[in-house]
């Protein structure tokens, strides 16, 4: 095509590193492989291959994320004491960015030492396999895994989008 460019439009060769990675997982419509930023275009596969395990891991935060801020509104809190010491209970803690300043430092410890450990335990593991198998979703199949696979990557980008929705109508 005429795109100003010396090579022309280096999407439309068959053997353009930008083809390299139309048939990973999670390229689905409805917009099939997208990379509007080119973060592809060297074709590097163990940059792509931790992208992908870094968008994996994003996406099961924040599908998690996106329960726990939806299920204590539907279905109430926990009831009894966070922080008996501090007479705080689950109660007085509220959703979204409210809860950064009523979670007592201790807390917030917990959970970045929980984190932590769970990056330094990953850290060489890229790809959608974090040495954990669901029970009742593992499966040898290959055609059923990829479609498992590739509904998690779809739920987990749309989980993405849906918490910070969620983060942004709250706070």
């Known amino acids: 095509g005429l795109t100003g460019s010396a090579w022309g439009d ?17 390229v689905q419509a409805p917009l099939g492989f997208w990379d509007p930023i080119g973060f592809t ?3 590097d596969t163990e940059a792509f291959a ?7 891991k994003h996406g099961r935060i924040s599908m998690l994320a996106t329960m726990g801020y939806i299920t204590p509104e539907l279905t109430g ?18 959703n979204g960015l ?3 300043s009523k979670v007592p430092s201790a807390g917030w410890a917990q959970m970045f030492a929980y984190c932590f450990f769970v990056e330094f ?13 669901p029970p009742g979703l593992a499966t040898d ?3 059923l895994k990829t479609k498992r696979l590739n509904a998690e990557i779809a739920n987990g980008r749309l989980a993405m989008m849906a918490i910070i929705g969620m983060i942004f109508q709250g706070g």
């Open 77 to 94: 809190k926990f009831p009894g004491y966070l922080s008996p010491s501090m007479d705080l209970k689950f109660q007085d803690i509220d």
């Open 141 to 143: 199949d290959v055609e």
């Open 41 to 43: 275009r060297d074709g």
């Open 98 to 100: 409210a809860a950064i």
């Open 121 to 133: 335990q990953s850290k060489f593991s890229y790809g959608p396999d974090f040495g954990w198998k």
């Open 50 to 56: 931790r992208r992908r395990g870094i968008e994996v």
């Open 10 to 26: 280096w999407a439309l060769y068959t053997d353009s590193p930008l083809r390299a990675f139309e048939s990973e997982l999670g």
